[in-house]
């Protein structure tokens, strides 16, 4: 025993061979918090030498930050070797990445909050619209109105024939037909949302011999065209995620191929579909040019699709900023408080989509 | 219910491949069979053509005819949807449908063809096919879980239960636990004993223990080389084919010799 116990001792080595330098955990962000502070410094002795206008904030975060790549890459080197010297370096790089992506949409979202929250505020923005109203006041509800409708009839008609077409393309297609709606979707994907609009405007004006025709229904005709590709494609996509597997069970169970696809293909694949649809809703809710053509704008109220102008968000928030009246101030409050309706009404969208799809999607784990 | 399969001149098809060729065996009701042979010989490709499945993929077809009782399945008018009804299929890697629970996956058959079903008699449907595929006890008690909570033995003999609800007359099997440990397999292999009494099985596998294990007959594929067709070199008794088979390549194969 005592024999053992003593040459283990002995060969225990007196330094692990598998250390290696390490900087302490916090290290990146004191050296974040150093580089900052000397660059500050360094700006703060610019405007009292007189040589700087004043003191620069978004300067020194980005030269402090450029100080802090190199400054990290250095420090890791000479502790902890090459390549972790790198690793810090990307992670660093990836960061900045990341932020830099952020920064347009928190800046985007705070502006929007800031400038449209006083007209959003008011009671009368979702209980008005803006009939006879010159200076300040009225609301957005024919517009919140128009949105829904036309967005809510793009959807029932784009949602069944682009679910369909995506049925087809994963479960029936072969052949030429299929390629050629493959090819075609493809197409559509890239119309220019403009041409979408003419479209429709086109159609109609054909059909009811009106030139001037501007109505609801049109909209979402219009928003349809664009809307259709995008579900075929994510459908698609979603639709082909589904294991072979799965069919052939059903088949082998001696269950009919329209059956497998209703109760089998679908519902494993139902949560995707749905994150799906509520993405190409999204797309065209913040539709404005094919709207602008086709249902035109108005001050009313108007619940009728087929008839009249219809106002809708997008357009709102345009003719909003474009005809300013004598009262500015108030109309650029409205155009604001309409873009942050927008973006609230595509949030609720996403955050319903993703309760959707945790209902729906399979379970797994006990 | 168990019924005999007659297989004539046979030729299976992937578009212009000629995977299997000339392929003629009787199988008689109440036993089991057993197909073995290297991998790519076929033996898939021929187990899922006694039910049709072979054709769910693009391009494939059969010629030759298929019996059962009697009746072919290639004959004309022929719908594959009946077929499957009475003849069951169990897949290599177990696969319950992911959406539905454990009771649900056993009543698949039923559901899935929108068939209406008193509580009372699914429960007892229920009960029974899990009790059939040994599964009983240890689900029991958490029928509504999903299926996929399950562990890969549990849920390849979910998919047993859930081929033997619809009351197949055959019911094939491709390599069903080649994913399993050696205790689901041996809980597998002594349920396919018991399923004997009532079905005609027909079981692909790699392991020429589990062959001679639970099989009556065993019929042997193999294929002269890469892009040639897969062929039945031999079929006979279990015991035979082990023993003393008549064919040499038999007897290097399942000597271990090659292949
Ligand atoms: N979907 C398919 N399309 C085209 N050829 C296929 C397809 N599936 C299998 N084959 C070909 O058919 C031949 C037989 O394949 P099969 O799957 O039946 O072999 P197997 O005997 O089951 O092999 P394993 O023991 O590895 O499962 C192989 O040459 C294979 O490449
Ligand atoms: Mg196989």
């Known amino acids: 025993m005592s024999l053992t116990r003593t040459t283990a001792a002995t060969a225990a080595p007196l330094t692990n061979s598998l250390t290696a330098g390490k900087l302490p955990r916090h290290s990146p962000l004191i050296v974040l918090l150093a580089s900052w502070l000397v660059t500050g410094a360094f700006f703060f002795v610019l405007m009292l030498s007189g040589a700087a206008e004043g003191f620069t904030i978004v300067g020194t975060l980005f030269f402090g930050t450029v100080v802090y790549c190199v400054a990290i890459f250095l420090l890791s080197y000479y502790v902890e070797g090459v390549r972790k010297a790198k690793d810090r370096l990307v992670t660093a790089l990836v960061t900045v990445a990341f932020v830099v992506a952020l920064l347009p949409l928190f800046s985007l979202v705070f502006t929007t909050l800031v400038n449209g929250l006083p007209a959003f505020l008011t009671p009368s923005f979702f209980t008005q619209s803006q009939r006879n109203v010159v200076g300040e006041g009225g609301g957005a509800l024919h517009a919140v109105i128009g949105t829904l409708l036309i967005t809510g009839v793009a959807t029932l008609i784009s949602v069944p024939i682009g679910l369909l077409s995506a049925i087809y393309l994963t479960e029936y297609g072969r052949g030429r037909l299929a390629r050629a709606i493959t090819f075609f979707v493809d197409v559509m994907t ?4 403009i041409v979408a609009g003419l479209f429709a405007f086109a ?3 054909l059909l009811f011999n009106d030139p001037g025709i501007r109505f609801g229904f049109g909209g979402a005709i219009a928003l349809t065209v664009l809307m259709i590709p995008v579900v075929v494609r994510s459908s698609e996509e979603m639709l082909k995620l589904v294991p072979n597997e799965l069919r052939e ?21 139902l949560a995707g579909i749905v994150t799906g649809i509520m993405i190409s809703i999204s797309r065209v809710i913040g539709e404005t040019a094919p709207l602008l053509i086709i249902s035109g704008f108005t001050a009313s109220m108007n619940y009728d699709l087929f008839n009249e102008r219809m106002m809708t968000l997008p357009v709102f928030v345009y003719t909003q900023y474009a ?4 009262d500015t101030q108030s109309y650029l409050d409205r155009a604001w408080a309409g873009a942050l309706t927008l973006i609230l009404i595509v949030m609720l969208l996403n955050l319903g989509a993703r309760v959707i799809a945790r209902i729906f999607s399979p379970k797994l784990g006990r | 219910m168990s019924k005999r399969i007659e297989v004539n001149d046979l030729n299976v098809y992937y578009s212009k491949f000629l995977a299997v060729e000339e392929v003629s065996l009787v199988i008689e009701p109440r036993t089991v069979t057993a197909l073995i042979g ?4 076929g033996k898939s490709t021929f187990l899922r053509t006694l039910n049709r499945m072979h054709e769910v993929i693009p391009g494939a077809y059969v010629t030759g005819e298929v019996l059962i009782d ?29 959406t539905m629970s454990i009771g649900d996956n056993v009543l698949a058959g039923v559901k899935l063809n929108n068939r209406r079903m008193a509580k009372s008699d699914a429960d007892a449907l229920i009960e029974k096919s899990l009790m059939g595929a040994n599964l009983w006890k240890e689900v029991k008690d958490r ?23 619809v009351e197949p007359d055959v019911i094939l099997m491709d390599e069903p636990c080649s994913a399993l440990d050696p205790i689901s397999t041996l809980a597998i292999e002594d349920l396919i004993e018991e399923m004997k009494a009532d079905y005609t099985i027909v079981i692909v596998t790699h392991n020429m223990q589990q062959a001679s294990r639970v099989s009556d007959r065993t019929g042997f594929f193999n294929i002269a080389g890469t892009g040639k067709p897969g062929r039945l070199i031999e079929y006979d008794d279990t015991t035979t084919i082990f023993s003393n088979p008549g064919v040499q390549a038999t007897e290097d194969y399942v000597s271990g010799r090659f292949g």
């Open chain 1, 190 to 193: 890239g119309i220019p949302s």
């Open chain 2, 70 to 98: 009697g009746n072919n399945l290639y004959g004309p008018g022929v719908d594959p949807v009946l077929v499957r009804r009475q003849v069951g299929m169990v897949f290599q890697r177990p696969n319950p449908f992911p």
């Open chain 1, 203 to 205: 159609l109609f004006s």
């Open chain 2, 38 to 41: 290297p991998s790519g010989c």
């Open chain 1, 323 to 326: 005809n300013q009246g004598a």
């Open chain 2, 143 to 165: 029928l509504d879980k999903p299926g996929s909570s399950l562990s890969g033995g549990q849920q390849q003999r979910l998919c047993i239960a859930r081929a033997i609800a």
């Open chain 1, 249 to 269: 069970a059903a088949y082998a169970l001696g269950v009919p191929k329209w059956l497998t696809i209703l109760k089998v293909v679908l519902p494993t694949s």
